[in-house]
């Protein structure tokens, strides 16, 4: 049983390691703005999550045999399954767990990364979208600014929103 653990957590380790990649390449991807990159990173991404729901069901199922008494095998804590095993098997789901969490602790940093960069980015859109459709504050080329009716005030930038 717990030699299948180890192989289910491999598993877990390895999707984590490909997140971790996808992860990366996407905000290499949003840093230099190229949306359709971006779109089958999200794809790849995608089917990677599958996965991994996949294998944490193996390991649920794993774990439901090794602690049967379990009621709710999700609630069964780490500590609980190294109580059952020897020394050898103990040492190295221990390691196993903590490549695991490092790697979780890396993909949580590198998407919040990610968000932080898309967050501005929509910013920066934002901003110019505002600059090119708003009426200027003030018309420098011209002296002093005549009154506008207040129907034609807000269309005035470069681009008509309304259109």
Do not use: W
Not at 15 to 35: C, D, N
Not at 125 to 147: I, M, S
Request: contains cysteine.
């Amino acid at each position: 049983m717990f030699k299948q653990l180890s192989a289910i957590l491999d598993q877990l380790i390895e999707l984590h390691r490909e997140l971790l990649t996808v992860a990366e390449k996407k905000r290499k991807v949003v840093m230099s703005g190229q949306p359709d990159a971006l779109q089958n990173l999200l794809k790849e991404e995608d089917a990677l999550i599958a996965k991994l729901e996949t294998v944490e069901e193996e390991r649920l199922k794993c774990v439901g045999q090794i602690a049967p008494a379990a009621k709710d095998v999700r609630h069964v804590t780490l500590h609980q399954l190294l109580e059952q095993m020897d020394e050898r098997d103990r040492t190295a789901i221990q390691g196993q767990m903590k490549q695991l969490l490092q790697l979780i602790e890396q993909l949580k940093r590198e998407n919040e990364l990610n968000q932080t960069l898309v967050h501005e980015s929509l910013q920066h859109v934002q901003h110019t979208l505002n600059v090119l459709t708003k009426h200027p504050a003030e018309d420098y080329l011209y002296g002093p600014r005549q009154q506008e009716p207040a129907e034609n005030r807000e269309s005035s930038g470069i681009f008509d929103r309304k259109a």
